[in-house]
C-alpha cells in the first residue's frame, strides 16, 4: 500500500508542476470543469446545484491524488497500519479538494465585468478634455471617473460653452456614447 501512496503523491505532484508550467506559459486558461453544472435541475429553494460538480476541477482532484499520496506516506512514517493509514490518507485528499475548489470559487467570484455602464455617468462629476459648445450646438469631450477608471464621452450641453478644464456634471445620457452636461 505504501508504495501506490507515493505512486499517488508523485503522479499528483507531477501533474501539478506540470500545470503550473503550462500557467506560466499561458496554457492554462479556463479549463476547469463548468460551475454551472446542476442549475437546471430546479430547486425549490433557489440553490445552485450539487457543490460537489463545482468543485471538481482538474486542480482540485490533482491536489486531492497528491495529499492522498501524502498523507497515506505521512501516516505510514509514523507507524500507522493499513486502515489507519488508509483514512488519514482520504482524509488528506477530502481537506486538499475542499481547499482548492473553496480557493478557486473565491477566486473565481473576485472577476468583474470590466465595462464601463455609460448610464451610471448621471449625476457624476468630471472635466471638460475638448471644449463643449453651448446651447447644443456641437459635441466636446469630457472625462469622467466611473466604476473606478477615467472614461471620456463625447458631450453636449443645453447652456453656455463649456472650455477645456471645466468642471461638469453629467444631467443626461443621450446615445451609448454622448452624455449631456451642465457647469458644475
Same mark, same amino acid.
Given at each position: 500500500?505504501? *508504495? /501506490? ?6 503522479? $499528483? $505532484? ?6 503550473? %508550467?503550462?500557467?506560466?506559459?499561458? /496554457? ?5 470543469? *463548468? ?9 425549490? !429553494? @433557489?440553490?445552485? @446545484?450539487?457543490?460537489?460538480? #463545482? %468543485? ?6 490533482t491536489a486531492a491524488i497528491t495529499? /492522498? $499520496?501524502? #498523507? ?7 507507524? %500507522? =497500519? ?30 468583474? =465585468?470590466?465595462?464601463? &455602464?455609460? =448610464? &451610471?455617468?448621471? #449625476? &457624476?462629476?468630471? *472635466? ?6 453651448? *446651447? &447644443?450646438? @456641437?459635441?466636446?469631450? +469630457?472625462?469622467? %471617473? ?14 453656455? !460653452?463649456?472650455?477645456t478644464g471645466s468642471a461638469v456634471? +453629467?444631467? @443626461?445620457?443621450?446615445?451609448? !456614447?454622448?452624455?449631456?452636461? =451642465?457647469?458644475?
Open positions: 500500500m505504501e *508504495s /501506490f501512496y507515493l505512486l499517488c503523491a508523485g503522479l $499528483g $505532484g507531477t501533474l501539478i508542476v506540470l500545470q503550473l %508550467a503550462a500557467n506560466m506559459l499561458g /496554457f492554462g486558461g479556463e479549463h476547469d470543469v *463548468s460551475h454551472d453544472v446542476g442549475h437546471d435541475l430546479g430547486h425549490a !429553494d @433557489g440553490g445552485h @446545484g450539487n457543490w460537489l460538480a #463545482g %468543485a471538481l476541477s482538474v486542480r482540485a482532484i495529499f /492522498f $499520496g501524502l #498523507g497515506g506516506m505521512t501516516a505510514y512514517y509514523y507507524g %500507522a =497500519e493499513d486502515p489507519a493509514a488508509l483514512a488519514a490518507a482520504v482524509a488528506a485528499g477530502v481537506a486538499a479538494l475542499y481547499a482548492v475548489a473553496a480557493l478557486m470559487g473565491a477566486m473565481h467570484r473576485l472577476r468583474a =465585468e470590466g465595462t464601463a &455602464r455609460i =448610464e &451610471r455617468a448621471v #449625476g &457624476r462629476t468630471g *472635466s471638460v478634455y475638448l471644449r463643449v459648445p453651448g *446651447s &447644443r450646438a @456641437g459635441l466636446g469631450k +469630457v472625462h469622467l %471617473a466611473l466604476q473606478n477608471r477615467t472614461v471620456e464621452y463625447q458631450a453636449v450641453t443645453a447652456g453656455p !460653452d463649456l472650455p456634471k +453629467v444631467v @443626461g445620457v443621450l446615445t451609448a !456614447d454622448t452624455v449631456e452636461v =451642465e457647469a458644475a
